[in-house]
Each structure stands twice: as structure tokens, then as C-alpha cells.
């Protein structure tokens, strides 16, 4: 028995007046393209069942992006099951987190930038449509999986002891020929070229094509991005397109060394299983402040704005405009609300191996958790997948303060989530078996 596995990819570069994520003003047009951007899709079937496993070169996957009354990955996941068949829990959604793309994280509505609206309904036609011609393509494949080291290029930036420099790859090769489809996995943020005005798939795209331009027989090499919520390259914001190939190539070449040693080991490939299952979670919303010191805040915000339009500033006007800013992110955050937030934790096992998909950016110690309540097999965590729901706290983390968890729109849900999605983690090994 084998895998029957088919990849297919379509372009999704916005027009140029889809906004990416500034810092002030938020949104600010793009003035051209670098490299393009991608949606990659892979469809994998058994004589059990299928899965859709989607990896998109964008920052995230807001539900909000369509407005009110909408959610867009739970309508993508529709379309996509009309046209194949498959279940919610049988799709994978997954952004690479690219900081040089639309920001479809929705810090400000997108849908009101001129065209965005028409690009977004467009991005989910084409991701149906990519779903549906990879399961056309679908060859038989043996898997092999494992993981190399790759150091020196990504540090914790809130300088806690973790870091997790591995790269882990799922190779799937025909068994009648050298034909392959790779699915990667590194923790790590693609912010290299981050606010800057050219469209760019960072290191990511970097990374891609350096593979599948170098590797024999390669369909496509999918990025699924780990818990990289507190993990930047060691160049950070450099904003120099030669840091991005420098890591890309970097990147690639580690994946194509891996890829050659599992290739050699021609005994081991791995059983074929396939098996998902998803649970929808509702974690509470972190603190907001009361609506008398929301009050307060929206005055502060225009005497600060009065200030700074007249130039009388008592502070220096580099401060008092980083001031202005952090109230103005801190009431976009009020406005969204408390309550609760929709968390769809999801878990695909292939083979000896676990991708956990969670709807936010979780930390390097929520990856290593999550490897811990998989084994024996291997837990892949896979950020940014199937919604977004800002960084994933632990307690301990929270208690030391810093941007994670400052109040904005990039944290909606508080220290506790962390607990309740590691314990839905374990709840989902368990039915989809060890």
C-alpha cells in the first residue's frame, strides 16, 4: 500500500494597492513587486482517507477579513469541500507568517483598501482550485521523514532559553520514479524585509525555490512555520534583499542535504497512516481595561494628536508619535471586543508523524510541548493555521511582560489559552492513535 499524494501551486501577488502592515500609518500601498507570492497545495490520500494541506506565502488567515457575519477560512474549507469532498478536519490552512505581504491579519480592515475585496474573494477560488488539481496530479509515493540541524541563523528575541533550530521535512517520492513533494517545517519569523514597500516571500520564498529549482524531480516544497511566535532571524529587519537569499539559500540547502539522506535510506520508509481530527475551542479573551479607562485612553489619544498637529509637543515628537501609536493599537484591540474567540486546534497524522495546527503564533516552548505530547511519533507544530488569534502565551511568559502581550490587536487571548490548547493537543493525539 501507498500514499497517493499530487501538489499544485497558483500565484497570488495583490495589486499593488492592497496594503501590507506598516507601523504608522498601518497600512501603506505597495510601490512594486520583488519576488511573487504563492499559494502551494498538496492533497494526500489512502485507502482510509484524504487530507488538503494548503501553504500560502501570507502573514496570516484572519477570520475577519470579509467582515462582519463571515468567517473566511471556514469559508474557504466549504468551498474546498463542495468541490472534493473532504472535511473541515481534513483541511489544513496553513501561512508561512511573511511580513512583506497583504496584511490579511486584519489589524485594520483590508476589505476597505481599494481592491482587497476582490483579491481576497479571488484567493479563495484560487485555492479551491489548486486543492482540486493536486488531487489530479496524485502519483503513488513512499514516505520518509526526518530532521537536520540548521544553527547560527534564528535567537529568541525576548531572550528566553528556547530555541529550536531544526528543520524537519516529510518526503514523499514516487515509487516508480524520482518524482517527490516535500513538506518542511522551520520556527522562525520571516521579517527580514518587513515594512518595505516591495511584495516579497522573505527567506521563505527564498528558501522554496531555491529547492525545487535545485532538487531532482521535485513537485513542490510546502513551508509550514513552527512556533516561531518569539523566534527572528539573527539579521532581523535588515530590510536587504541579499539577507533574505543569503538565509534562503542557506535554508535550501540543508533541505536538499536532508532530502538526499532520506532518499539513501531506501529500507525506511514509514506505514502509510493518515488520520485527522479537529476541535473547536473558545478561549477566553485576555484582559481589557474598563470602559471608564477606555475613555481616558480615546482622550489622551486626541490631545496627542492635537499636539502633534500643532507642534506643541512636550516631549520629543519621535516619543509622543510612539505614544500616539501604542493607543491607537491599543484601542484597535478594545474595539474587537472580549468574550470569547472560535480556536480550531487540528492534528493531520502522516505516517510517524503529527502536524498540530494552531490558529495563532505559539512560542518556541508551546513547539516543544507539543513534540512531548505527540511522542512516540514526531509533533510538527504548524503556526498560523486555519485562523489567527495573535501570539500564545504561557502564564510564566506573560508574568515577564513585553510586545507579545502588550494590548493590541496581535494579542486577543489570554494566558490561560495556553493550558486549553495544549491539553486539546493531547485530547486529539488520542483519536487519531500513537
Known amino acids: 500500500m501507498a500514499y497517493r499524494i499530487g501538489s499544485a501551486r497558483a500565484e497570488i501577488t495583490p495589486p499593488l494597492s492592497v496594503p501590507y502592515l506598516g507601523i504608522s500609518p498601518r497600512h501603506c500601498p505597495f510601490t512594486g513587486v520583488h519576488d511573487p507570492l504563492w499559494i502551494r497545495a498538496v492533497h494526500l490520500a489512502t485507502d482510509d482517507g484524504a487530507v488538503a494541506i494548503i501553504d500560502a506565502d501570507l502573514i496570516g488567515l484572519a477570520d475577519t477579513l470579509l467582515g462582519p457575519g463571515r468567517r473566511f477560512t471556514a469559508e474557504i474549507k466549504a468551498e474546498i469541500g463542495r468541490a472534493t469532498g473532504l472535511a473541515p478536519a481534513e483541511i489544513l490552512l496553513a501561512a508561512a507568517h511573511i511580513h512583506s505581504t497583504p496584511d490579511t491579519l486584519d489589524f485594520r480592515p483590508l476589505r476597505e483598501a481599494p481592491g482587497a475585496l476582490a483579491w481576497l474573494e479571488g484567493l479563495k477560488a484560487k485555492i479551491t482550485a489548486a486543492v482540486v488539481a493536486a488531487r489530479t496530479q496524485a502519483f503513488q509515493a513512499k514516505l520518509r521523514s526526518g530532521q537536520i540541524d540548521f544553527p547560527g541563523y534564528a535567537r529568541n528575541r525576548r531572550h528566553e532559553p528556547c530555541l529550536d533550530e531544526s528543520v524537519k521535512l516529510l518526503q514523499f517520492t514516487a515509487v516508480d520514479s524520482g518524482r517527490k513533494i516535500l513538506l518542511m517545517s522551520y520556527a522562525c519569523h520571516p521579517v527580514i524585509v518587513q515594512v518595505q514597500s516591495l511584495v516579497s516571500g522573505d527567506f521563505v520564498g527564498a528558501a522554496q525555490r531555491g529547492v525545487e529549482h535545485t532538487l531532482n524531480g521535485c513537485d513542490a516544497c510546502l513551508f509550514l512555520q513552527g512556533a516561531s511566535g518569539d523566534i527572528n532571524p539573527r539579521m532581523d529587519d535588515s530590510r536587504d534583499f541579499g539577507d533574505v537569499e543569503g538565509f534562503g539559500a542557506a535554508l535550501a540547502e540543508r533541505i536538499v542535504a536532508l532530502s538526499a539522506a532520506l532518499t539513501r535510506s531506501e529500507g525506511n520508509a514509514e506505514p502509510v497512516h493518515l488520520a485527522a481530527a479537529l476541535e473547536e475551542l473558545a478561549l477566553p479573551s485576555r484582559d481589557l481595561p474598563s470602559a471608564e479607562a477606555t475613555a481616558k485612553l480615546r482622550a489622551e489619544t486626541l490631545d496627542l494628536q492635537t499636539e502633534l498637529a500643532v507642534g506643541k509637543v512636550s516631549r520629543p515628537p519621535a516619543v509622543q508619535s510612539e505614544r500616539a501609536r501604542m493607543t491607537e493599537e491599543k ?3 478594545i474595539a474587537e471586543g472580549g468574550g470569547v474567540f472560535g480556536a480550531p ?4 497524522r502522516v505516517g510517524n508523524s503529527v502536524l498540530v495546527a494552531i490558529p495563532g503564533e505559539p512560542m518556541c516552548r ?6 512531548q505530547r505527540c511522542e512516540p ?11 489567527y488569534l495573535g501570539y500564545i502565551v504561557s502564564p510564566e511568559s506573560w508574568q515577564r511582560g513585553g510586545y507579545e502581550v502588550e494590548l493590541g490587536p496581535w494579542s486577543k487571548v489570554g494566558p490561560e489559552s495556553y493550558r486549553l490548547i495544549l491539553e486539546a493537543v493531547g ?6 492513535g500513537s
Not at 345 to 348: D, L, S
Not at 377 to 387: E, K
Request: charged share 20%.
Open 331 to 333: 484601542l484597535a484591540r
Open 427 to 432: 485530547r486529539l493525539k488520542a483519536k487519531i
Open 345 to 348: 486546534v487540528q492534528a493531520i
Open 377 to 387: 511519533l514526531r509533533g510538527i507544530t504548524v503556526g498560523c493555521a486555519n485562523g
Open 366 to 371: 508551546m513547539g516543544q510541548e507539543i513534540s
